[in-house]
């Protein structure tokens, strides 16, 4: 096991990633069962179905997908070897584990959905009510990574984030989809929003976390606009 963390961490410099975002790896079984729930009765469930959790931590939000999706192929992948190690302890045939700090690996049109939970954020920011969140996150990195989650899902895919410091809406993504679920302040973590500007939204809550694919074929990225 020491020896597959060495090898993760030589593929990977995870912690210099411009990738990085959230520093901290805490998750819970089943921590978003009503998202879950809601995926499952937009896109069924079988074989064909393919859906990625990315950022899985050590792997409890792809083992709650499973019992969610008893079919469907379920990939998860992280930025730290670390949780990736622990995800391969978990010894399960039936998912799909690799480190990862981006989609940039992933086919085009492959993925169904893909969930992005507390993972686009960092603590820090809330913690520390900064009004900046450069130079922990910057806007450009949020915006080219969910271009590339764009990218990776088929006409008709769920993008679903839930938790992040900026708003998928200020995107220029965002254009090719459709907001399909929102949901009660109350069900929000307490973390801070930051403009395209990287400034504070003081105030500013955002309440769209689930979007579907509209366009068909790859999304043009912003430079190509």
């Not at 993760?8 to 790896?25: D, H, I, M, T, Y």
């Not at 130079?135 to 915006?143: K, V």
């Not at 302040?185 to 930051?194: E, G, H, N, R, V």
Request: hydrophobic share 40%.
């Amino acid at each position: 096991m020491l020896q597959l963390i060495r090898d993760l961490r030589e593929k990977v410099g995870w912690r210099a990633s411009p990738n990085r975002f959230q520093p901290f790896n805490h998750t819970l079984p089943d921590r978003y069962p009503w998202l879950f729930s809601f995926v499952r009765e937009r896109l069924g469930d079988g074989p064909d179905r393919r859906l990625l959790s990315f950022g899985c931590s050590v792997g409890q939000e792809a083992l709650s997908l499973r019992r969610h999706f008893a079919e469907a192929a379920i990939r998860g992948v992280d930025i730290d070897p670390n949780n990736i190690a622990a995800c391969h302890r978990l010894e399960r045939d039936d998912i799909e584990f690799a480190l990862a700090d981006s989609t940039a690996g992933e086919a085009d049109d492959s993925y169904d959905a893909i969930f992005c939970l507390a993972v686009l954020c960092n603590g820090k920011l809330t913690s520390r009510q900064a009004a900046r969140s450069d130079p922990l996150l910057h806007f450009a990195t949020f915006e080219r990574m969910v271009e590339d989650f764009a990218r990776c899902l088929k006409p008709g895919g769920l993008l679903c984030l839930v938790t992040t410091n900026f708003r998928f809406a200020d995107t220029a993504a965002a254009d090719g989809f459709e907001p399909v679920l929102h949901i009660d302040p109350s069900q929000m973590a307490p973390d801070l929003l930051y403009g395209r500007d990287n400034r504070l939204l003081k105030g500013e809550r955002y309440t769209e976390v689930v979007f579907v694919k509209k366009h068909i074929g790859r999304i043009a990225p912003p430079s190509a606009r």
